[in-house]
Every structure is written in structure tokens, then in C-alpha cells.
């Protein structure tokens, strides 16, 4: 079975600090994505990881970064929170190839105060 | 560029109604990809179906079905006799085979299934 863990399900973090949100997966997919979905804007594209310590911006990634030491580990950093980052952090991964599905995790709603 | 337009931000029906999810999508490429989600209350996004440009072939799954048709660009989904636990957000979602692993999501259409 498709198995995307991510670290929490719930955060609240105090503007200005750094936090660290953590994905997983099982399926030894070589591409990882982070998302961040708001209310009418749908998801958006953040980072994405086709290999490992590889690494490609995606639509909005201004204020983020990512790490990918591991194939099955991927990481968004927010190198200092600000409140215009509370969102809903989603992490999908994939196949290495055009059109695969990609399967997501079960969220993380990040609350920045 | 590509892009994906569901119109319907909201529906709201009563168990046992059918109920049709519009989606129209922009892209230059000949060769893409159709993707549908499912996002239950719980949060996490769930895979309903692939669809490639080359397939126009409609589907159907239990009570799901699809509607592809390229002359208007849309790839419709319909939930027949719909139940409570249909209630979610669902995501229309495109990729262009130029746009390197890029899913495009349209911005969900809620629907509230009413006992």
C-alpha cells in the first residue's frame, strides 16, 4: 500500500522561528513535492525533489527551503516563520516518469502567531 | 502555461442525488495528463483517477464516473446517488508533459452531501 507520513498533523510556532516539516515515504519514489493549499487558491507548488540532495523551485518558494538527504526523507524548512506562512503543508511523492500519480500525506496545518 | 478552472466553489446536495464536478483545463502540450482528488475532512488527498490525452475513453467506477472530452477541454467527474461520506473537497489536477512533474490544481469545488 502508498504510505506518506508527515512529521505532525498540528504546529503552532511563534513568528521568527525556524521550523522544520518532515515527509516520508515508503515506495521508494525517486520524486518528492511540498505543497502548501489555502482556501481558493488550490495547491501550490512550493519545492520539489526529483533525487537525492537534488532539488528544483516550484511556484512560490520565497521564504522556504527544502532538504533531501535520504531517498525516502523530505524536508521543508522555514528558516523564520512569519504569519502569512499559516497553511496547510501537503507532501506527495512519485515515480520518476511523465504523468505518475503522485500520492499525498495526510497534511500538516501549520498555525504561525 | 497551463492551467486548471473548476467554476463551482460550492455544492450542496441531499443523499441520494447525483452530482457533476465541472473542470476545464488550459495547456499547449499534446501530450498531458487528468488527475482527480478527493480531500475527505480528514485532510489528506486521496488519488481517484489518471486520464492521459490519448484516452477519451469514459470511466466509470462504482458510483464515480468521468467525462474526458477534448474538443471542450474539460474532464468532468459525476458521483451518482450520492452518499454522506462523498462530502470533501475534490481537485481537478493537469500535467503537461513539458512541465516537468508539475501538477496544476484548479482551487477544489467543496461538496456537502445532506442526509
Known amino acids: 500500500d502508498v504510505k506518506v507520513t508527515q512529521s505532525s498533523r498540528y504546529l503552532v510556532k511563534r513568528t521568527g522561528e525556524k521550523v522544520f516539516l518532515e515527509c516520508v515515504q515508503d515506495m521508494d519514489h525517486e520524486n518528492m513535492f511540498w505543497y502548501r493549499q489555502d482556501p481558493g487558491l488550490g495547491l501550490r507548488l512550493i519545492y520539489f525533489s526529483y533525487d537525492v540532495k537534488m532539488k528544483e523551485k516550484g511556484d512560490i518558494p520565497e521564504g522556504y527551503s527544502v532538504s533531501r538527504e535520504k531517498k525516502e526523507r523530505f524536508s521543508l524548512i522555514l528558516e523564520s516563520a512569519s504569519t502569512n506562512q499559516t497553511s496547510m503543508y501537503l507532501c506527495?511523492?512519485?515515480?520518476?516518469?511523465?504523468?505518475?500519480?503522485?500520492?499525498f500525506g495526510p497534511g500538516t496545518r501549520l498555525l504561525v502567531l | 502555461a497551463q492551467k486548471v478552472t473548476q467554476a463551482q466553489t460550492e455544492i450542496s446536495v441531499v443523499e441520494k442525488e447525483d452530482v457533476t464536478l465541472d473542470c476545464v483545463y488550459e495547456t499547449r502540450d499534446t501530450t498531458y495528463y487528468l488527475f482527480w482528488y478527493k480531500q475527505p475532512p480528514s485532510g489528506e488527498l486521496v488519488f481517484l483517477i489518471r486520464?492521459?490525452?490519448?484516452?477519451?475513453q469514459n470511466e466509470i467506477s462504482g458510483r464515480y464516473s468521468w467525462n474526458f472530452q477534448k474538443s471542450t477541454s474539460s474532464f468532468n467527474f459525476t458521483i451518482t446517488a450520492s452518499q454522506v461520506v462523498d462530502s470533501a473537497v475534490y481537485f481537478c489536477?493537469?500535467?503537461?508533459?513539458?512541465?516537468?512533474?508539475?501538477?496544476?490544481f484548479g482551487a477544489g469545488t467543496t461538496v456537502t452531501v445532506r442526509a
Open positions: 506527495a511523492s512519485s515515480f520518476y516518469s511523465g504523468g505518475e500519480t503522485q500520492y
Open positions: 486520464r492521459n490525452s490519448f484516452d477519451e
Open positions: 489536477a493537469l500535467r503537461g508533459f513539458s512541465n516537468d512533474y508539475k501538477l496544476s
